[in-house]
């Protein structure tokens, strides 16, 4: 493998992003993806800085099988004025169990006067002390040289000081820290190549991503000399985020030829990725470079008919090297080219059906104009075009009726109770069900009629619900359009509604989707 380590600080650095709250088992699942796909470190938390990274490398040591992966310990240098050995949390990175230790240390002269609040000889001492002392103990040291280069505009020769202790007391790497996030890739990399040259230190990357540069600013430190490269999945991290460890390593693999993971676990990003989106709650970035499921993703006529000839035409790369699919996107900037590429990945052969083609893109084109939008809901073009393709209704069931009423007494909450009347499985089935809101309440009812006939939706689950009011002129007048997920727990589609009235779409979105989950079920249309 490549001499460029991949180390990933997900459970730490990324943990601070707003909203991100991981528990113990989350960062230990977490953990294990990241394994699976190959990096080389993996940095678990701070332990004794809190009891939940103390208590997750406690765990680690029996619950956690890494294969591939070494993990680190994140803390600090010792105090000012004092010892490391006497340190508490000096002696918690020992206590931890990681064979690794990655500590934090000043390069920038005015945080250590005003922040540390100490001399600039004592935090070299510091860093000294610390990395002798852990390397005593038996443990590799890596260094984040925090604010470096801020710290190297306002002071080159201190901030390379600092490099130059850590290497000389036994630090592995030093990994210079773009903590604010404030440069650009052009900064970087002078300042990458003075540091190599100036050190002769193994030099690392951290970058975060507020000027929108982490990974061309990550690039740009390769570029320069830079064998150790810090990020985080999904680009979690505090402010705008870190460094997208997925994109730096597919742009070094794929388009620099470096072998930094293997082959067949670099196919594995896309869905570790949208793994780890489950276990972090944070909702997949859909244009996410490489892993997200727009990025292979083509929309408009044009690209279609070239696709049709030569994917690479319109592609930067073939998608199954991180996992991914192309995905043709139906709209009403599509063209046949387009229906014939979408019908191909749903199992049918529409070459040469010009006149089935037409009629399906008329439909689409307009639907689209009464505010349908088929590339946010495939599941719902899919019917579509069965419907086209086989003559056949797929609605395995007929609405006879349905009804919502809303009631609130007082103070008391609003709540809403729905009758859904159908035609399932030969039988007329009367259902009603109750809910916190109108199309929660439908929801349930649905299940309810169409349980006996279609035990399979017992395992369907409505995960998301998103209203787009069309022509916000007309106010509560407004045509509104509905979108649904739905999941089987294995995977999820969505649906869409389009209506004046907020809950009609909201129907004719929920019906699509317990539709199309019948038709993944394999369940025959009687």
Not at 238 to 266: F, M, W, Y
């Amino acid at each position: 493998m490549s001499d460029l380590q991949v180390y990933d600080t997900t459970l730490r650095d990324g943990a601070q992003q707003e909203g991100l709250n991981l528990s113990v088992s989350d960062k230990l699942a977490i953990a294990s993806h990241l394994d699976e796909l190959g990096v080389g470190f993996i940095e678990g938390g701070w332990p004794g800085a809190n009891p939940k990274d103390t208590e997750f490398f406690a765990r680690a040591r029996t619950e956690l099988r890494l294969h591939n992966a070494t993990l680190a310990a994140f803390g600090a240098t010792r105090r000012v004025g004092g010892r490391a050995a006497d340190d508490p949390l000096v002696r918690a990175l020992v206590d931890s169990g990681a064979s690794v230790v990655t500590l934090v240390a000043k390069s920038h002269v005015r945080h250590v006067e005003s922040a540390l609040r100490t001399t600039l000889e004592e935090n070299l001492e510091m860093v000294r002390d610390t990395v002798s002392f852990l390397r005593g103990e038996g443990r590799r040291v890596f260094l984040d040289a925090e604010h470096f280069f801020d710290g190297y505009a306002a002071d080159r020769g201190y901030a390379l000081e600092v490099v130059r202790v850590a290497m000389e007391s036994g630090a592995e790497v030093v990994a210079l820290c773009d903590t604010n996030g404030g440069m650009l890739p052009n900064q970087v990399a002078d300042v990458v190549a003075d540091a190599v040259a100036a050190t002769s230190a193994r030099l690392g990357i951290h970058c975060h991503n507020d000027t929108g540069c982490a990974v061309a600013n990550s690039m740009a430190a390769v570029d320069a000399g830079a064998t150790h490269v810090q990020g985080t999945i999904n680009g979690y991290g505090e402010r705008t985020g870190n460094a997208d460890l997925l994109t730096v390593v597919s742009n070094l693999q794929i388009k620099r030829g470096l072998p930094l993971l293997e082959t067949d676990r670099l196919r594995e990003a896309t869905r570790i990725a949208h793994s780890i989106s489950e276990i972090t709650n944070v909702p997949p970035y859909s244009r996410q470079p490489y892993v997200g499921a727009s990025a292979f993703a083509h929309k408009a006529g044009l690209h279609a008919s070239a696709i049709r000839v030569d994917p690479d035409l319109y592609q930067h790369t073939d998608p199954q090297h991180v996992g991914n699919d192309m995905r043709m996107l139906v709209s009403d900037m599509a063209g046949r080219a387009s229906i014939e590429l979408k019908g191909r990945e749903l199992g049918y052969d529409l070459s040469g059906n010009d006149v089935l083609l037409s009629r399906v893109l008329a439909k689409v084109k307009e639907l689209e104009l009464r505010g349908y939008t088929f590339d946010a809901a495939d599941a719902s073009f899919e019917l579509l075009l069965r419907r086209e393709v086989e003559d056949d209704s797929y609605t395995f069931f007929e609405v006879e009726s349905w009804r919502v009423i809303t009631d609130a007494r007082g103070d008391e909450s609003a709540l809403s109770e729905a009758t859904v009347k159908v035609v399932a499985g030969g039988e007329r089935v009367v259902a009603t069900g109750e809910g916190n809101g109108p199309v929660n309440a439908l929801d349930h009812a649905l299940r309810r009629a169409l349980a006996p006939a279609y035990p399979e939706l017992d395992k369907l689950e409505l995960i998301d619900f998103r209203v787009r009011i069309l022509d916000a002129a007309h106010g509560t007048d407004a045509v509104t359009r509905v979108l649904i997920e739905t999941s089987d727990g294995e995977t999820s589609w969505e649906t869409i509604g389009v209506a004046g009235n907020i809950v009609e779409a909201s129907w004719h979105a929920l019906v699509e989707g317990v539709t199309y989950g019948l038709v993944r079920a394999g369940v025959p249309v009687r």
